[in-house]
Structure formats: structure tokens, C-alpha cells
């Protein structure tokens, strides 16, 4: 299942972005360089598990799942500058502002948040709601990272659930939208993806041995908000089993 | 009628700008410092106008004219960053990076691209539509700008047409979409835009003494684009004297 959804999120992605030597061909080689390729794609994954659980097709959401991951990738590659994270390398190469240079980064990151909504807005069905839901996202996403670099004690519950958990709750919302699926649907799916999110969220902490929260403390959140997640999904019109499982491998994730 | 349009347009900008107090409160004074006050709107006044020049009212595009002003600010945010213009003021005011720091400066303005869209999603009527007008012009706006930064001889023509020509039919384009407008409107008025944003370029090269062509070469290219844009205006079935005050006004402009 989840091979079959990742060559959509894939072939989306693919079909979204500027080919190669489209013009100007350094912001299309800029694009293309940070969306990558062979990733994990966990927020498409859920887009589409999402789409499927409201009790549509994972192809309706198709657009949604590249729009997400586009958006995510833009906020990665300002994370990375020198005035914010000034990290060098990511998923072992260099950082597109390294390979690329600072101001070809800037922009590049932001003509693919222009591109993940005028993706999103292809999509067939309840495209102005995919994009209002993506929309705030996006900005939560900007709030998060905000609170998270500024001086001073953070508050932790408010960085994770809008740095990381947002683009998770877009995901499932805007899968579950344009598949057509009731109100009720997309936001019980909002729910399970928030508690997912932060599962995620304090999962990467074990990993990277830092975050917020002491380590035991955040290994019991993870758990928590594990289990929450999966109660959220009780009762949707549609094939849970993809996002379920998706739940399970985030929890005591090794990368 | 100017005059009514603008407080149309101010209305709109300050219901969707984040309050100054919203949290994180740096973020909302750095998002609304951007996007300032007292400005001419030249973008907001065309969509406005355009919407009256498709047989509609005003207000139907009140939400696209303040989406279109929330972009244009986010890419003169970005434009002015060290790594870009390096310019420390605008406006007669510190640029935001030089107010507010350059990390709060790019993620101010990647919130407003994120609201442009959010706000453009709030039109009522043909919501994706206007969505999908944004994200073309915000996604042209880069690529313009990427080619006006690039090393070597530039294609002024590829550079005017994208970076600056863009938002402006995107403004008229939208406006005309909200109104209702018909099909062939909404085209006649992208052309009008298209030729007023060039004019507008020109003027603009004319007042600051530089530009991508000889100074003789570009009056007589202003008033060629201006003319055009007005013989664009032929045949819509709505008032089109603002649209037609406007482009008198920015030709021959002396700010």
C-alpha cells in the first residue's frame, strides 16, 4: 500500500515542478534540487492515506499531496540560511543555499510556496478549501519557527503544534477534502494527524537527543500522543490501515 | 472614486493583516510594518477598478485587492535582504530586515505570501479562480526577479514582463474574476494590465535615471504601453474611467 501511494506522491511531485531547464533554469534546478527526491514524503503519504480513510480515492488528492510536500520544502530551505539555522548540509548534501548561494535560495523557496497553492488550487474537487486549509498552515508553520528562534523561554507546546504538527493536520484536512469526505471526516482526520504530528515531533527529539522536553518525558508524549492518534480514526467511512500503519512506523522511527 | 477605492482597499488590508498584538507579536508588527499604510495601492486600485470595469462592484474583490498588495510586499521584503538589494530603507522607513533583523525579516515575509493566498481564498465568488491568478503572478514575480539578479546581459523585456507586469495582471485579472466577470473581460483586462504594469516599469526607470534601456527609448515605450493598455479597455461592459485615470496618472508620474 504505502509503495503504491508514495509513486503517486512521487509522480505529483514530479508533474508539479518546473522541468529541468525550464526558464530561469537555476530557480528550476534551485526547485527541483530542494523538493529531492527519494524521501521519505511522510505528509504526502498521510495526504493520501487521508484521502482514502474519508472513504475516497488516493488519487483525488494527488495535488494536495505534492502541494504539502512543496510547501514543507520551501520552509526547509529558509530554515537552513545563515540568518536562521545556517546549516550546511541536509539529507547528506549541501543545503541549497550552499550549493545554490543565499539569494537564489531565498527565491527559490519562494516561488515553491507560490507553486505548492497553485498546485493545491488544480485540485478537482473543493480546491478553494484545500487552499484556505494550506493557506493557514502555512502560516502557522511561519509562527512556530518564529516562537522557536526567538530569545528566551519557549513554549513547547506551541512550537511543536504549529512548526511541525500544521503541515500535518493540512495533509490529512486537504486529502480528506478533495476526496470529497464530510465535515466530520476531515476533522477527525485533523485530529489524528495534530496528535501525529507531535508524535513526530517529539520522536525526531529522541532521535537528535535535544527538544523541549526531558527525554523521558517526551518518550511518554510520543506514546500518548501515538494512541491518541490512532483513537482519532475510529469510526471514518474509509480504509484506516494505511494511516494506521503509517502511526506504528513513525513511533520508535530509527531515521 | 479614487479616493472610495482606496478606503476600500485599506479596509481590506487591515482586516487581514494579523492584529499587532496576535501571537507571536513579533511577527504580526514585522507583517504590518511591511505592508505599511498610506502607500498609492496602485496594485489594489487596478483589481478594484478592474472588478467595476467587468460589470461588478467593488467590493466583490475587496479580498483580492488586499491579497495582491500582501504579496507585492512580501517580494519588496525579500528584494531589499543583504543577500539581495542589501537596501536599508524604503519609504523613507528602515527596511524590515534592518528594523526587525534579517530572520524575522524573510519569515515576516514568507507569512504574508501565506496570507495572500489565505486572503485571495476568502473571495466569495470564483475563489479558486483568483487563487489560481495569485499563484501564477507570485510564481512569475520570482522568476523575473531570479533573472534580473543573474549574472551577464539581461532580457529586459523577460525581466519587466515577469517581476513587475505580473502582479498587475494578476490585480485586474482577479478583480475581474470576482466581479463575475466574463471571460473575455477578464482577458482584456490582463491585457490593459500587462501594458500598464510595463508602463509603469518604464515610468519608474525614467524617475530613478536607470533601466534596461536608453532613456529616450523608454518614454517613448511608457507612452506606446500606456496607449495600448487603453485601447484594451474597448468594448467591457463596465465603467472603465478609473481604469483609464489610472494609467494617465502613473504616465508622466512624478513619485
Redesign the interface.
Known sequence: MTEKLLEIAEAALDAALPKEDE??A??SAAMRYAVGSGGKRIRPLVCLAAAIAAGGKAEDAACCAAAIEILHN??LV?DD?P??DNDVERRGKPTVWKKF????A???A??L???A??T???TERN??DA??I???A??GV??G???D??AGKKDAR?VYAHKTADLFVAAAKMGAAAAGGTRESVDALGRFALNLGLAFQYEDDLLDGDGLYAPDETARLAAKATADAIASLEGLPGDVSALKSLAARLLGRKT
Open positions: 526558464r530561469p537555476a530557480l520551501y520552509t529558509h540560511l540568518s536562521m548561494g543565499e539569494a537564489d531565498i527565491l527559490a519562494d516561488a510556496q507560490a507553486l497553492f497553485a493545491a488550487a488544480r480546491a478553494a487552499v484556505r494550506l493557506a493557514e502555512a502560516f511561519v509562527k519557527q518564529v516562537e528562534i526567538a506551541y
